[in-house]
C-alpha cells in the first residue's frame, strides 16, 4: 500500500485542471448530467457541466416523479418537502374500460412511499445548481459541436464547443467525457454511437391548461389510448396523462412506446383526447395555457456501447427511458449515477489497464439493472399492439381489477426481492430474468 509521501508525489504528477481541462467533461445538464456531475465533483473529482442553453429552459415532459426519482433527489440532499416547492403524490390512478382504480405507492425498504411533481424548467436547474454547489464547474451555453480525439487510438480526449451568446469557440479537454445531451446526442452519434434499430421509438407530447383539479394526490393514466380514425378503433402502445401541478394546472399529454406502426398527427390526437375529458376537468380550449409540444423517447437501451475510448452514455443519450412506460427521469438519474461511481473507480486505478477494466464494468450495470426489465416492458407495449389479441375486449380486459394491479407494478418497477407479495416476487423474477439483449 502506498505511504502518504507516495500519493502526495502521484498527486504531483497528475497535471492540474485548468480552466479548460478537468478529470471529467459532462455534456448536457439535464437530470442524468446533473445527478451524474454531482456525485463525480463531492468525490473531489474536476467536473466541467456543459450545458447549451441558459437556465431555465423548458423540456418536455410529464413533471410527475415516481418514487425511484425522489430516491435519487434525497440522496443528492435535495430538499423534497411541500415547503420547497414541490407537490407530493400518494400513487398511480390507472383508468380503462370505464373502470378507475388507485393504487398507492408501496412501502418499500429502498424507496420512499411518495412521489412528487415539479415543472422540469425549474426541476432541471435545481438540480444543475446542486452539481455546481457540491463542486461542479457549470458552465451554461456552451454548445458542444464535436469530439476531439487521439488521431492514433480514436480515443476522446475532450470536446469543441461555441460558448456564450458570441458563440466563441473553445476546445475543453479530460481524459473522459459523459455523453448525457439527450436524444439527438451529437456526441455520440459522432464518436459512432449509433441507434439501435430493432429497438422501438417512442413520442410524448403535452400541454398544460387550467384546471379545479390541480392538486389532485395521484399522478393519473388513461390506458385506453387510441386510433382515433381507424374503423377497428384500436388501442394504441401508450397512455395518456394528467398530473395536477399543485399551481392551478395540469400537464396533459400522452405517450405512445412504439411509432414504427403508426403514422398519426400526435397533437391533433392529443387536442381530440383532451376534448373528450369528462366535464369536471374543465378542459376546453380557451384553457389550454401553453402550446403542445413533443419529443422522441429513445427506449431500452438503444445506443450503445454505453462505454467505449474513454465517452460514456447515460440518460436518454443512452436510451434509458423505459420502453414499458416511457418513464425517462428515474432511471435517466440512476444511470448518471452508475457512470459516475464507475468513473470515480476508474480514476484510483493505477495502470491504463485498470483504469479501462473498470470503465467496462458500466455497460454490465446499466444491462443488469434495467434489461430485463425493459424487455419486459417491450413485451407490453407490443402487446398493446396487436390488435388481433386485444380486439374489440380490449378496453374491457385492461379494466379488470387484477390485470390493472399487473399493469401498475409493471409501470412503477418498484418491488423487493424478499417481499411477501406473490405479485411483486414473479416481477423481480420475471424482470432478472427476461431476455435482454
Not at 379545479?212 to 393519473?220: F, G, I, K, S, T
Not at 401498475?408 to 417481499?419: A, Q, Y
Request: net charge positive.
Amino acid at each position: 500500500m502506498p505511504g502518504p509521501e507516495q500519493q502526495l508525489r502521484a498527486e504531483r504528477q497528475r497535471p492540474a485542471p485548468t480552466e479548460d481541462s478537468a478529470d471529467v467533461i459532462v455534456v448536457g445538464a439535464g437530470p442524468a448530467g446533473s445527478t451524474a456531475a454531482y456525485h463525480l465533483a463531492r468525490t473531489g473529482l474536476d467536473v466541467l457541466l456543459l450545458e447549451k442553453s441558459a437556465f431555465p429552459r423548458e423540456k418536455v415532459c410529464g413533471d410527475g416523479l415516481t418514487p425511484r426519482a425522489v430516491k435519487q433527489l434525497v440522496d443528492m440532499g435535495i430538499d423534497v418537502s411541500e415547503e420547497a416547492g414541490w407537490l407530493h403524490n400518494k400513487g398511480l390512478r390507472l383508468i380503462s374500460g370505464h373502470r378507475s382504480l388507485e393504487f398507492d405507492w408501496p412501502e418499500l425498504s429502498a424507496f420512499p412511499g411518495h412521489g412528487l411533481v415539479r415543472r422540469r424548467a425549474d426541476f432541471d436547474e435545481l438540480l444543475a445548481r446542486r452539481a455546481a454547489a457540491a463542486g461542479a464547474r457549470l458552465i451554461e451555453r456552451a454548445n458542444v459541436a464535436g469530439p476531439l480525439t487521439d488521431q492514433r487510438s480514436g480515443r476522446i480526449t475532450g470536446v469543441s464547443a461555441k460558448v456564450g451568446e458570441e458563440r466563441r469557440p473553445v476546445e475543453y479537454r479530460a481524459p473522459l467525457v459523459v455523453a448525457a445531451d439527450g436524444n439527438s446526442t451529437r456526441l455520440s452519434v459522432a464518436m459512432k454511437r449509433y441507434r439501435r434499430t430493432d429497438r422501438a421509438m417512442g413520442v410524448a407530447y403535452r400541454t398544460y391548461f387550467t384546471t379545479p383539479r390541480h392538486q389532485d394526490r395521484y399522478l393519473e393514466a388513461w390506458l385506453d389510448l387510441r386510433h382515433p380514425d381507424d374503423p377497428a378503433h384500436r388501442l394504441l402502445p401508450g397512455y395518456a396523462w394528467v398530473f395536477g401541478m399543485g399551481d392551478g394546472t395540469a400537464n396533459v399529454g400522452l405517450g405512445v412506446l412504439d411509432t414504427a406502426k403508426t403514422d398519426l398527427d400526435w397533437r391533433e390526437l392529443l387536442r381530440r383526447w383532451c376534448a373528450d375529458l369528462p366535464p369536471g376537468y374543465g378542459y376546453h380550449p380557451e384553457a389550454v395555457t401553453e402550446p403542445i409540444r413533443g419529443s422522441a423517447l429513445p427506449m431500452g437501451l438503444n445506443r450503445q456501447p454505453h462505454y467505449a475510448d474513454g465517452l460514456l452514455l447515460i440518460g436518454d443519450a443512452g436510451g434509458t427511458v423505459s420502453p414499458g412506460t416511457g418513464e425517462g427521469i428515474a432511471y435517466a438519474m440512476e444511470s448518471g449515477r452508475y457512470a459516475a461511481e464507475t468513473v470515480v473507480q476508474a480514476h484510483a486505478r493505477r495502470t491504463d489497464r485498470g483504469r479501462e477494466l473498470a470503465l467496462r464494468a458500466y455497460p454490465q450495470k446499466l444491462r443488469s439493472a434495467y434489461a430485463g426489465y425493459f424487455a419486459l416492458g417491450r413485451l407490453a407495449a407490443d402487446l398493446l399492439g396487436r390488435p388481433r389479441l386485444l380486439g374489440a375486449a380490449g378496453a374491457a380486459g385492461l379494466g379488470h381489477p387484477a390485470l390493472l394491479k399487473v399493469a401498475f407494478r409493471l409501470m412503477v418497477n418498484l418491488t423487493e426481492p424478499d417481499s411477501k407479495d406473490a405479485l411483486d416476487r414473479l416481477l423481480h423474477l420475471l424482470g432478472r430474468v427476461a431476455p435482454g439483449r
